[in-house]
């Protein structure tokens, strides 16, 4: 079995429920910094209304001054619409466009002010765009593992959508922990439930979790047969349509504390991730 960690940084997810807008400069040195250490893709920014995302409204600035030479690092920007992702498709340093689609119905309206079903239309839609283009499209199944609202949940209805969207031939999709409420055994299951069916797709865990509780989602993901996950340096972020009280972002230390216990390769340049460590307090603590 492939025991090579793969491993997406999530400056974006991290950013976009900050009180403080980050200085674009700053941003864009952050970004930098991350992208010379080596992680499979970068999600760095969003195409999404200033009005609903106002830390990320300066999203086309940033991509332009990303410097993208002589590192293997994949930018993926976040989209909420067509119009979202005809302007993220301008730019050709972009290599993926991420759709949060939602298995609950009142966060669906609450993320992207769309029901579930009208939703999928417009996934079909980016997905002829990025087609097109010959980019990818990663769609993020958010609150994957169940939700706080008492919307209908269970793995099979993650299964359902899940196979409307391989019908559409989308080849990345990403099982969301939204508000970090999974146990490691609900983790496990699903993650071993989609395993046959999606084998044909790169499946990513995006999960959400206190330090307390990393080690354990991660190797539930893990031992179910992921390989791919999302984090952030600091354990940041926390999507803001989504609760008042936000669950951090997996944190980058600890999945690579935990790889390095487990004698996993993840190609990450601990040297040059320092760089970007020293910044986190000017970033996040304003």
Not at 171 to 178: E, F, G, I, K, M
Request: hydrophobic letters at 40%; proline letters at 4%.
């Amino acid at each position: 079995m492939n025991q090579k960690l793969i491993l997406n940084e999530c400056p974006r997810d991290a950013m976009q429920g900050l009180s403080h807008f980050v200085p674009t400069e700053l941003k864009i040195r952050y970004h930098n910094a991350l992208l010379k250490a080596g992680f499979d893709r970068l999600d760095f920014g969003s195409f999404v209304s200033p009005k609903a995302i106002p830390q990320l409204r300066d999203t086309a600035e940033v991509v332009e001054s990303l410097e993208l030479e002589n590192n293997s690092s994949k930018l993926l920007a976040i989209i909420a619409n067509r119009r979202g992702a005809e302007s993220a498709l301008e730019y050709q340093q972009i290599d993926f466009l991420g759709f949060p689609l939602s298995i609950s119905e009142q966060f669906q309206h609450r993320n992207t002010n769309k029901s579930i079903e009208e939703a999928l239309n417009e996934v079909a839609e980016i997905q002829n765009l990025c087609l097109a283009k010959n980019r990818k499209l990663v769609v993020y199944l958010s609150m994957a593992f169940g939700n706080p609202y008492g919307d209908a949940y269970s793995p099979e209805l993650v299964l359902k959508y899940g196979q409307r969207l391989l019908e559409m031939n989308i080849q990345h999709l990403s099982l969301a922990d939204t508000v970090g409420m999974a146990s490691p055994a609900e983790i496990g299951s699903l993650f071993r439930a989609i395993h046959e069916p999606w084998s044909a797709v790169e499946v990513t865990a995006h999960l959400h979790a206190n330090p307390m509780h990393a080690f354990e989602k991660v190797q539930a993901a893990w031992d179910a047969g992921c390989r791919n996950f999302d984090s952030a340096l600091g354990g940041y972020g926390g999507c803001p349509m989504a609760e008042d009280e936000l669950v951090g972002n997996l944190s980058t230390e600890a999945i690579l504390q935990w790889a390095n216990e487990m004698g996993f390769k993840n190609g990450i340049n601990l040297d040059v991730l320092e760089e970007a460590r020293t910044m986190l307090p000017s970033v996040f603590l304003g």
